[in-house]
Nanobody
Framework: QVQLVESGGGSVRAGGSLRLSCKAS????????MAWFRQRPGRGRERVAI???????DYANAVKGRFTISKDNFENILYLQMNNLEPADTAMYSC??????????????WGQGTQVTVSS
């Protein structure tokens, strides 16, 4: 059974940093397509960052230059380093995974999410 468990959320002031973790069990992070999504209050879910099985990465325009997605293949963890946080980044952040290397299909697995709150 696949489980994705996020951690690392919290409350920070604008300009601060957080690192989110997504620990996978029953699933191999290395060589797989994974992503971070967020859902801000009153808005739909949006993709923040994605890394495919070859390591190719893409970011939403709103977070480019501030967020970094990475994997620790040994620990089987997906990370999202978030720097220079803004109040607009306040959201529930979730990780998601595809059962494969490519990101052309929908996501098969989702975590429960971790809340990030940024105050001005």
């Amino acid at each position: 059974q696949v489980q994705l468990v996020e951690s690392g959320g919290g409350s920070v002031r604008a300009g601060g940093s957080l690192r989110l973790s997504c620990k996978a069990s029953g699933y191999i992070v290395s060589g797989s397509c994974m992503a971070w999504f967020r859902q801000r209050p009153g808005r739909g879910r949006e993709r923040v960052a994605i890394m495919d099985g070859r390591g190719i990465i893409d970011y939403a325009n709103a977070v480019k230059g501030r967020f970094t997605i990475s994997k620790d293949n040994f620990e089987n963890i997906l990370y999202l380093q978030m720097n220079n946080l803004e109040p607009a980044d306040t959201a529930m952040y979730s990780c998601a995974a595809v059962d494969g290397r490519t990101c052309t299909t929908g996501f098969d697995y989702w975590g429960q999410g971790t809340q990030v709150t940024v105050s001005s």
